[in-house]
C-alpha cells in the first residue's frame, strides 16, 4: 500500500490564480479528510467527507472547494489564491463504522506558498 | 468553538529523561489520540483513547484519557534522541477532530 499520497509538494501561486491539490489513497477508507498548517499552529479542518459522492464543511473552509467522486481521489480546490492560504496542505484518511473519529494516515503534506 | 489547550509548548530535555505533556479542553471528546510529526512529514498516530479513564500504552509511549472527558496526557520513559519532534494531541468529535497546537521536544544526547 502507498497509504496518502499528496501532489505537488510544493507549489508556489500568484495571488488570483487557482489550483487543484490531489489526494490519493490505496487503503479502501471511507473517511477522508483536508487540513491546513500554519506555523506553530496545529492542525484545522478544511473540509472532510464520510464516503464518495458525500462531502461537508469543517473549521476553515472558505476560500477552498472539494469533491469526492470516488471513494480513492479527494482534490481540494482553490480558486482565487490569497496570501491568507499561504501554508502546508494535508490529506489525511482513516475508516470508520459510525460517528467517533480517529485519523488513521496523513499524507506527506502539499507546502503552498501564495504571494 | 472547540479549542484545545496543549502544554508545553517546547520541552529541552536530556537524553533516559522522562518527558509528560499534557492536553485540556472546555469541551468533552468522543476519542483522544496523540500524534508525532517529524520535519518535512505528517503526522503520525501514537495513540488512539476511545474510553473515559482508558490507559494505553505503546512502548515507551503512555497515554491517557481524562476521566472528564476534557483531558489527556501522553507520557515518554527514558527518552532517546530519535523522540525528537512535534507531539500533537487531538480531540475527536462526531464527525471531526480538533488539534492542539503542539508540544516541540528536543532530547539532548
Known amino acids: 500500500n502507498a497509504g496518502v499520497t499528496q501532489t505537488p509538494k510544493f507549489r508556489i501561486l500568484k495571488i488570483g490564480q487557482s489550483m487543484t491539490l490531489q489526494c490519493a489513497q490505496d487503503?479502501?477508507?471511507?473517511?477522508m479528510y483536508w487540513y491546513r498548517q500554519d506555523p506553530g499552529m496545529g492542525l484545522k479542518l478544511i473540509y472532510y467527507?464520510?464516503?464518495?459522492?458525500?462531502?461537508d464543511k469543517g473549521e476553515v473552509p472558505n476560500g477552498y472547494n472539494v469533491s469526492r467522486s470516488t471513494t480513492e481521489d479527494f482534490p481540494l480546490r482553490l480558486e482565487l489564491a490569497a496570501p491568507s492560504q499561504t501554508s502546508v496542505y494535508f490529506c489525511?484518511?482513516?475508516?470508520?463504522?459510525?460517528?467517533?473519529?480517529?485519523?488513521?494516515?496523513f499524507g506527506a503534506g502539499t507546502r503552498l506558498s501564495v504571494l | 468553538g472547540q479549542q484545545l489547550n496543549q502544554s508545553p509548548q517546547s520541552m529541552f530535555i536530556q537524553e533516559g529523561e522522562d518527558v509528560s505533556m499534557n492536553c485540556t479542553s472546555s469541551?468533552?471528546?468522543?476519542?483522544w489520540l496523540w500524534y508525532k510529526q517529524d520535519p518535512g512529514e505528517g503526522p503520525v498516530l501514537l495513540i488512539a483513547?476511545?474510553?473515559?479513564?482508558e490507559l494505553t500504552s505503546n512502548g515507551r509511549l503512555t497515554a491517557q484519557f481524562g476521566i472528564t472527558r476534557k483531558d489527556s496526557f501522553l507520557n515518554i520513559s527514558a527518552s532517546i534522541p530519535s523522540d525528537v519532534g512535534i507531539y500533537f494531541c487531538?480531540?475527536?468529535?462526531?464527525?471531526?477532530?480538533?488539534f492542539g497546537a503542539g508540544t516541540r521536544l528536543t532530547v539532548k544526547p
Open positions: 489525511a484518511s482513516s475508516y470508520s463504522q459510525g460517528g467517533t473519529q480517529k485519523v488513521d494516515y
Open positions: 487503503m479502501n477508507h471511507n473517511y
Open positions: 467527507s464520510v464516503g464518495a459522492g458525500i462531502t
Open positions: 469541551s468533552i471528546f468522543n476519542t
Open positions: 483513547l476511545y474510553k473515559a479513564g
Open positions: 487531538a480531540g475527536g468529535g462526531n464527525n471531526d477532530m480538533r
